[in-house]
């Protein structure tokens, strides 16, 4: 079965940066994109970064200058690296995969930003 495990997130001040960590088995990982998104309490799901196989990435504009998302395909991780925090990105962060849809996704990591 698949599993995403996400790692690394916490309480940090507006201004600093933090970075996210997502581990997964159960996927030819080499094949698949790989996604950040996040959801706030009362807010949609929204997508932060993906990265595909051949290392194509798109960011949200929100997120553009700020966050880094990278994959390390023989380690089965891709990480989010978050720069510039600001408390609008105060979220639960979700690292999915899939092929044209994210279809697997893991549990989440909770993102607060203070001011």
């Known amino acids: 079965q698949v599993q995403l495990v996400e790692s690394g997130g916490g309480l940090v001040q507006a201004g600093g940066s933090l970075r996210l960590s997502c581990g997964a088995s159960?996927?030819?990982?080499?094949?698949?994109?790989m996604g950040w998104y996040r959801q706030a309490p009362g807010k949609q799901r929204e997508l932060v970064a993906t990265?595909?196989?051949?290392?194509?990435?798109t960011y949200a504009d929100s997120v553009k200058g700020r966050f880094a998302i990278s994959r390390d395909n023989a380690k089965n991780a891709v990480y989010l690296q978050m720069n510039s925090l600001k408390t609008e990105d105060t979220a639960v962060y979700y690292c999915?995969?899939?092929?044209?849809?994210?279809?697997?996704w893991g549990e989440g990591t909770r993102v607060t930003v203070s001011s």
């Open positions: 999915a995969t899939g092929r044209n849809d994210m279809d697997y």
């Open positions: 159960g996927i030819i990982f080499s094949i698949n994109t």
């Open positions: 990265i595909t196989p051949s290392g194509r990435i």
